[in-house]
């Protein structure tokens, strides 16, 4: 059973670098055919796709990110992780990754979340 | 972009009823469409993808139809565990877009 897990800092400042990591037990990330996704959900709102990753380290970024986006992988670590710079309070959101496939997106497994705050 | 909309934005229902949600695509998307289940301080867990084909482990009671334009997301009698936020999902346009979600509560 796959499963993965989100870590990182809960409080990131105004204009800093938001960064967190997602770490994929249960399975290599590197097997099967999938892409690593970032979704993120602020307080009360629906879910917005961050961007993705295969393990060859191909990457693609909602356009609406995709000038403060950074996806990267770590196939030693069975990992992959999230960069967003200028964070501002828009920012503030529960951030997932998820397990999605090659060919549609669907994501048929996810992380339990965390939340990051941008405040001073 | 491809939007997502979704009807009723709220539904209050009994345990027992038959729920019924719709979802519409901005363009057509043929049958790429996925359905999530969301419970409060909780992922969204995949109901249904490629608009009706049932998730492993997911409850027959769920089933999913539509094409092109227009989705729904039925379930045939409404359980305890099922109160919760549905989201619908287009999976094939770059970038993916979910709806704004319809939330189940208790009557």
């Known amino acids: 059973q796959v499963q993965l897990q989100e870590s990182g800092p809960g409080l990131v400042k105004p204009s800093q670098t938001l960064s967190l990591t997602c770490t994929v037990s249960?399975?290599?990330?590197?097997?099967?055919?999938?892409?690593w996704s970032w979704i993120r959900q602020p307080a009360g709102k629906g879910l917005e796709w961050i961007g993705r990753i295969y393990t060859s380290g191909s990457t693609n970024y909602n356009p609406s990110l995709k000038s403060r986006v950074t996806i990267s992988v770590d196939t030693s670590k069975n990992q992959f992780s999230l960069k967003l710079s200028s964070v501002t309070a828009a920012d503030t959101a529960v951030y997932y990754c998820?397990?999605?496939?090659?060919?549609?997106?669907?994501?048929?497994?996810w992380g339990q979340g965390t939340l990051v705050t941008v405040s001073s | 972009d491809i939007q997502m909309t979704q009807s009723p934005s709220s539904v209050s229902a009994s345990v027992g009823d038959r729920v019924t949600i719709t979802c519409r695509a901005s363009?057509?998307?043929?049958?790429?469409l996925a359905w999530y289940q969301q419970k409060p301080g909780k992922a969204p867990k995949l109901l249904i993808y490629a608009a009706s084909s049932l998730q492993s482990g997911v409850p027959s009671r769920f089933s999913g139809s539509g094409s092109g334009t227009d989705f729904t997301l039925t379930i045939s009698s409404l359980q305890p565990e099922d109160f919760a936020t549905y989201y619908c999902q287009q999976a094939n346009s770059f970038p993916p877009a979910f709806g704004p979600g319809t939330k189940v509560d208790i009557k």
């Open positions: 249960g399975g290599s990330i590197s097997s099967g055919s999938y892409y």
């Open positions: 998820a397990r999605g496939g090659a060919v549609a997106y669907y994501f048929d497994y």
């Open positions: 363009q057509g998307i043929s049958s790429w």
